[in-house]
């Protein structure tokens, strides 16, 4: 069963509960296919606040250049981590979501996509014309951004007119969240042995939307210091790096691959790399990190060595669930 059909299999008409929970993450193709992902991504790369070029300008380019281009390319590196059950991003966020269920009893837990299905648009419809008044929207973006959260803000507004809506827009250093990260990493070390460095690999932004005021390299800043803290690392220890650059613009520095090489260059030949701006694995995780960039630091010699997400983890659960409770009892 796919997530998809898990998350047909629990209708939002089945009942009212007092309160809904919409665990929103931002999307995937729902095969590994080029129509498929050329569907996602035209979806996902027609969001204004993903892409702020002019219309007139930008869809040309992206229907008759970049989704012709792209769509191949991506569904082949989807297919190198699709797993039997769907899209790793889908599987694990459906399976989260489930856990997160056990700990919030009487409430309704549903797994919502940004982009594609389970539609998070056609969830705050259904809640809308049953006129639920109790929902709590948690977006799976633990630092800011408003290329992410707020877009997901964009949805609420729009379709959440009828709705009492709490949502919670930033968890970057909330204690619990950073004591769950610090314990895989520890737990991970524990049974792997310790790497000679930590690299901290988020999703990257184009310089330009940071430079506008977006506040994601600061929250971004702020995870890592507080991870690392529990983890008692020293400076030395540990180095924030940015992934997934796409265009030929300026992105958000270091790159995760340019601190490889370098770490490489000074003669390391064992590093550890953690992605805690995602939630649970996917494409940029399994793919990019796990394979393509292990790859790349195998090639000059050295050993990377990837620590899985928080995925449906027992910690992340409870995390993500006190978020929810405290979002519903203090409006924020």
């Known amino acids: 069963m796919s997530a998809t059909d898990d998350h047909a299999a629990m209708p939002l008409s089945a009942g009212p509960p007092a309160t809904t929970l919409l665990v929103v993450n931002l999307g995937t193709p729902e095969a590994p296919t080029a129509p498929a992902v050329r569907r996602y991504l035209a979806e996902f790369l027609h969001d204004r606040r993903v892409v702020q070029l002019s219309r007139w300008i930008w869809c040309p380019l992206l229907h008759f250049l970049i989704l012709p281009l792209r769509g191949p390319k991506a569904a082949a590196k989807y297919a190198k981590v699709w797993l039997p059950q769907g899209s790793p991003l889908a599987v694990h966020t459906q399976r ?32 809308d014309r049953q006129g639920s008044g109790r929902v709590v929207v948690l977006p799976l973006y633990p630092q800011y951004s408003t290329t992410t959260t707020a877009s997901v803000e964009d949805v609420v507004a729009a379709e959440g007119k009828g709705l009492a809506v709490n949502l919670v827009d930033d968890y970057s250093t909330d204690p619990q969240w950073v004591a769950a990260v610090a314990a895989s990493i520890r737990a991970w070390r524990e049974q792997h042995g310790t790497g000679e460095h930590l690299l901290f690999s988020f999703h990257g932004l184009p310089q330009r939307i940071a430079d506008g005021g977006d506040p994601y390299p600061q929250r971004c800043q702020a995870s890592v210091q507080a991870i690392a803290a529990a983890l008692g690392l020293a400076p030395a220890d540990w180095t ?6 796409f265009g030929k ?17 000074r003669g390391l030949r064992r590093v550890d790399v953690v992605c805690p701006g995602f939630a649970v694995d996917c494409l940029e995780t399994l793919e990019e ?7 790349g630091f ?10 899985p997400c928080l995925n449906d983890s027992a ?12 979002a519903l009892e203090t409006g924020a």
Do not use: N
């Open 289 to 295: 990190v796990a394979i393509l960039f292990a790859e």
């Open 240 to 245: 924030l790096t940015f992934q997934s650059r």
């Open 315 to 326: 910690a992340h659960a409870d995390a993500l669930a006190a978020l929810a409770r405290r």
């Open 298 to 307: 195998a090639a000059q010699g050295g050993e990377l060595r990837y620590i």
């Open 249 to 265: 613009e300026r992105w958000l520095e270091p790159s995760t691959d340019k601190t490889l090489a370098a770490l490489a260059a």
């Open 96 to 127: 989260l979501a489930e856990t997160m269920r056990s700990r919030l009893p009487g409430w309704r837990v549903v797994a919502a996509m940004r982009y594609g299905e389970p539609s998070l648009k056609k969830a705050l419809a259904a809640l």
